[in-house]
């Protein structure tokens, strides 16, 4: 976890609000879409 975090911070992405974004999303998104919520995607809190 604290690999996801830190791979957050360094791509810009505000870690613990990506955490909270992630574990709020994940339970309803398809398998497919997943790679949306990685911390390096283009606009992870916005897709």
Known sequence: ???LLETA???GVEPYG???L???RLPSLP?????EL?????DPLNN
């Open 1 to 3: 976890v604290m690999g």
């Open 9 to 11: 911070r360094l791509n």
């Open 18 to 20: 990506w955490l909270k």
């Open 22 to 24: 992630v574990l709020e």
């Open 31 to 35: 398998e497919e879409r997943l790679h």
């Open 38 to 42: 990685l911390p390096f995607a283009k």
